[in-house]
């Protein structure tokens, strides 16, 4: 069985990493981070309207609360498509206990709508009953009677995307900060990103670091900063294929 990653659990109960140093999610919170910076960033829910499958490729799955608000937004949509993939690569795996208490942290600043937090926090004992054992490798599992299927890749971050097989419709780049966490950043990680990704794929991000920025306009992205979530100033979004690369 693999070691779960130990969660520092801080005095204001937000998640930190002891391996890197740092946050796993704005101060904002998990669930206004996740619908502004990543769902907003790439045009969803509306871009998941007009489609009968959708798919997004995560970079770094954590404590899952992109992955469940994502969910929680696509099952309160009378308009969402027929089926969600989630596919998420994650070094790094925590135990389920974790992922509990992360959701029940998840909108510190109690900005987040009711129903919304409400669904995250059901849906999130829904994963943790289903949680695997996360040995090295893919692990397929499915909710909502098969309509939502969440794809764990857990392993290191360039390996695993070039093993896997995804045609990504939205990009959530979540790796710690960059200076922190180089490998989920790398110019051979963004680029094995970019293989899965087709002409419209829109990518979201909270950094703006500048070689980030850089590298994905090289990959062929068309890059914005935009109006970041307090208190970071600026965050990231991009669409894949308009940008000549
Ligand atoms: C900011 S956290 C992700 C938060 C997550 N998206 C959520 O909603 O809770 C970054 C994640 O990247 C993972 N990670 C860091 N380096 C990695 C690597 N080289 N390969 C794969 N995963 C990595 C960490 O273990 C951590 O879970």
Not at 16 to 33: E, I, K, M, T
Not at 69 to 74: D, I, L, S, V
Not at 110 to 137: F, I
Request: with cysteine.
């Amino acid at each position: 069985m693999a070691m779960n990653e130990p969660i520092e659990w801080s005095s204001d109960g937000s998640p930190h990493s002891l391996r890197f140093n740092d946050r796993y999610r704005s101060r904002a919170g998990g669930v206004a981070q996740a619908l502004y910076v990543f769902l907003a960033g790439c045009g969803l829910p509306e871009r998941w309207r007009n489609a009968s499958a959708f798919t997004v490729l995560e970079t770094g799955f954590g404590l899952g609360l992109n992955f469940l608000t994502t969910w929680a937004a696509w099952e309160i949509d009378e308009q969402r498509c027929n089926t969600l993939h989630f596919v998420s690569v994650e070094a790094y795996p925590v135990a389920a206990a974790d992922i509990a208490r992360s959701a029940l942290a998840a909108d510190p600043s109690g900005t987040a709508d009711a129903p919304l937090l409400a669904r995250v926090q059901a849906l999130a004992q829904q994963l943790v009953n289903a949680w695997p054992d996360l040995s090295p490798g893919i692990h397929r599992l499915r909710f909502a009677e098969g309509r939502v299927q969440l794809t764990l890749a857990v392993g290191e971050v360039l390996p695993m995307l070039r093993h896997l097989d995804c045609a990504a419709d939205a990009v959530y780049l979540d790796g710690f900060s960059p200076a922190r966490n180089p490998d989920m950043w790398s110019h051979a990680a963004l680029q094995a990103v970019a293989r899965h990704c087709r002409a419209g794929t829109t990518l979201a991000t909270y950094t703006v670091a500048r070689g980030v920025r850089e590298t994905l306009a090289q990959l062929g992205f068309r890059v914005e900063k935009r109006t970041g979530l307090a208190p970071k100033r600026h965050c990231l979004a991009a669409v894949f294929g308009s940008a000549a690369p």
